[in-house]
């Protein structure tokens, strides 16, 4: 449970601003079809987040040691200061015309941006942290759900009306809380 309940939370507050939940904004608009969007994002995510969990709880099987640990840890506290950089979508990264529907377009769209995001990085910290791929997904995809469906549903609004600064700031602190943690754990302190 800690597993689910943890990557809900990091990965719900990181993908606040980020660019998949600009591209969630830009697909909202462009389609104006909320459930066929929130479709596509769900099932970009459970495959992309899944892949990377897998990848982080097989690294971690193969790996397991202070070194790999510590590695893990120096990665959460990379994660909390990328995190405070603001995400723009870039030009190239805007999804073509739509000649496939607002799901497909979605779907495809959602899980090539979310690849090297900082979400995806975040899930393959957690599948190793956790080593258990499914439960890391299962939080992930929810927390990247909590922060992208309200903003397909209600547009921009929501978007305008969040402290991004903030919420960039309270996310930085729970990946360093979790890259320390785990660091002073590996060490033994804890």
Known sequence: MEAVATSTLIVALAEIGDKTQLLAIVLAARFQRPWPIIAGILVATLAN???AALAGSAAAGWFDGPAFH???AAGFLA??????VPDKLDDDETPAPARFGAFLTTLVAFFLVEIGDKTQIA???LGARFHDAVAVTLGTTLGMMLANVPVVLLGGEIVRRVPLGAVRMV???LFAALGLWLLLTTAGVL
């Open 123 to 125: 899930t393959i910290a």
């Open 70 to 72: 510590y590695a893990v």
């Open 79 to 84: 994660m909390a200061a990328w995190t405070l």
């Open 49 to 51: 987040h899944f892949l």
């Open 171 to 173: 996310a930085a602190l």
